[in-house]
């Protein structure tokens, strides 16, 4: 992030890490959404963002535009995807779905500014049956390997999908030992959700999303349907903090 633009702390409260000593205590500044605060907070500032997903497309329809302004504020944005995205009923190639959507995720990642991917082979759409100490021993060592001062889901209470709340369990599990926060890509009216503005980033990274997501040529025919849903959503991207 550059020097001299507002920071929101990464922080959840009570958080419970302990502090050299001798040193003073410092007072992280939290966002509260409620009556008399701002209509949207700055992008938290992050010098390491790993977000972890189900299954790619994720990255580009539901955290495109996050990522992307990470990134454009300094941060090395990584990308854990559990799976291969074989599950899905769409397929516009003649290629396999566990072949070709690692492929079209590459393509993506590269638009919106990750630097790095990992893509594991847990089943598509089966997530609840790998074993949660697997998975979490999964997202555990990007976090070894990336240092993240955030980790990134999708909140499973928006979209009721069970891969994407294994996701945020195994996230805050690998999370609470190393001090990382998670935070969730959350919908309007969230419980415990706060918009974000994105500043001068809003425009081109919506732009910037929907050409990531036709790099997603598999899942072509559910394309009109995700830049439908992009263009309703006019107002800030929103987040809310895991416990």
């Excluded at 638009?111 to 089966?126: E, H, N, Q, T």
């Excluded at 690998?174 to 990382?180: E, R």
């Amino acid at each position: 992030m550059t020097r001299g633009a507002a920071a929101v702390s990464l922080r959840p409260p009570a958080s419970g890490r302990a502090r050299p000593e001798g040193r003073a205590p410092r007072r992280p500044r939290q966002y509260r959404a409620g009556p008399g605060t701002p209509a949207a907070a700055p992008l938290p500032a992050a010098r390491s963002v790993v977000a972890v997903i189900a299954r790619p497309g994720q990255e580009t329809a539901d955290l495109g535009a996050l990522l992307y302004a990470f990134g454009r504020r300094g941060a090395r944005v990584a990308l854990l995807c559990l799976t291969r995205g074989e599950a899905s009923p769409l397929n516009a190639t003649c290629e396999r779905l566990e072949t070709v959507r690692p492929w079209e995720l590459q393509v993506a990642a590269g638009l919106l500014g990750i630097s790095s991917i990992r893509v594991s082979d847990y089943p598509d759409g089966a997530l609840t049956l790998a074993p949660v100490p697997d998975l979490t021993a999964r997202v555990r060592s990007v976090i070894r390997e990336h240092a993240p001062d955030l980790l990134l889901v999708i909140d499973p209470a928006v979209t009721g999908d069970a891969d994407d709340a294994r996701v945020a369990k195994a996230a805050c599990l690998a999370a609470q030992p190393a001090g990382v926060p998670v935070a969730a890509r959350t919908a309007p009216g969230a419980r415990g959700g706060w918009p974000l503005d994105l500043g001068a980033d809003a425009v081109v990274g919506r732009a910037i999303q929907l050409s990531a997501m036709a790099a997603h040529a598999s899942q072509s025919a559910a394309l009109p349907r995700l830049r439908q849903r992009l263009d309703l959503q006019a107002g800030p991207e929103r987040l809310r903090w895991l416990a």
